[in-house]
T-cell receptor
């Protein structure tokens, strides 16, 4: 058990609909990451929040949005769903462990993943 | 767009054999991690390497970070069925992003 909770585990919906995925991070973790995993695209970074603020954005579509609430849980909202949005959506939390290695800034923080939310769009 | 390409994509070997998985990029990463993912679960961290040329050993697993910080390898000695899973490398890039590789699906046959 990673300590990260994602709900729902499975979701089946129709094209054009909107869904919300929820993530509760490990106790004490301030960073939350969202990833999309599909067979042909691997694990794609969507967005990261740190203590309620957006910190980094990856390949997130404009139809998708996310937020992190004061209690640190996060929600990923997917709207105007298309068939191609069918995938496993993972949330991960971490404590940033920043340091240096030579001239590089490194983050050795471990990502703790939830079990994922499997979205099927029909 | 995948910044990190892994090879091979699929690998099926007999128990007791050795294998190497590669993670390559044209980009420089300040640190690199390897994760293993089993069906129905999220990835779990195996190791973090932070110095170019660094080698880390975890029992039968040996991880190496390339001198130029653009590539990494995972070598498993005497593979066991319990090693079966999806192996993912993840590079940390400035901008607070962990980029994951395309993954290598390993099956170890008893």
């Amino acid at each position: 058990d990673s300590g990260v909770t994602q709900t729902p585990k499975h979701l089946i919906t129709a094209t054009g609909q909107r869904v919300t995925l929820r993530c509760s991070p490990r106790s004490g973790d301030l960073s939350v990451y969202w990833y999309q995993q599909s067979l042909d695209q691997g694990l794609q970074f969507l967005i990261q929040y740190y203590n309620g603020e957006e910190r980094a954005k990856g390949n997130i579509l404009e139809r998708f949005s996310a937020q992190q609430f004061p209690d640190l849980h996060s929600e990923l909202n997917l709207s105007s769903l298309e068939l191609g949005d069918s995938a496993l959506y993972f949330c991960a939390s971490s404590q940033r462990n920043m340091g240096t290695s030579g001239t590089y800034t490194v983050n050795t923080g471990e990502l703790f993943f939830g079990e994922g939310s499997r979205l099927t769009v029909l | 767009t995948q910044l990190l390409e892994q090879s091979p994509q699929f690998l099926s070997i007999q128990e007791g054999e050795n294998l190497t998985v590669y993670c390559n990029s044209s980009s420089v990463f300040s640190s690199l991690q390897w994760y293993r993912q089993e069906p129905g679960e999220g990835p779990v961290l195996l190791v973090t390497v932070v110095t170019g040329g660094e080698v880390k050993k975890l029992k039968r697993l040996t991880f190496q970070f390339g001198d130029a910080r653009k590539d990494s390898s995972l070598h498993i000695t005497a593979a066991q069925p319990g090693d079966t899973g999806l192996y993912l490398c993840a590079g940390y890039h400035t901008g607070n992003q962990f980029y994951f590789g395309t993954g290598t699906s390993l099956t170890v046959i008893p």
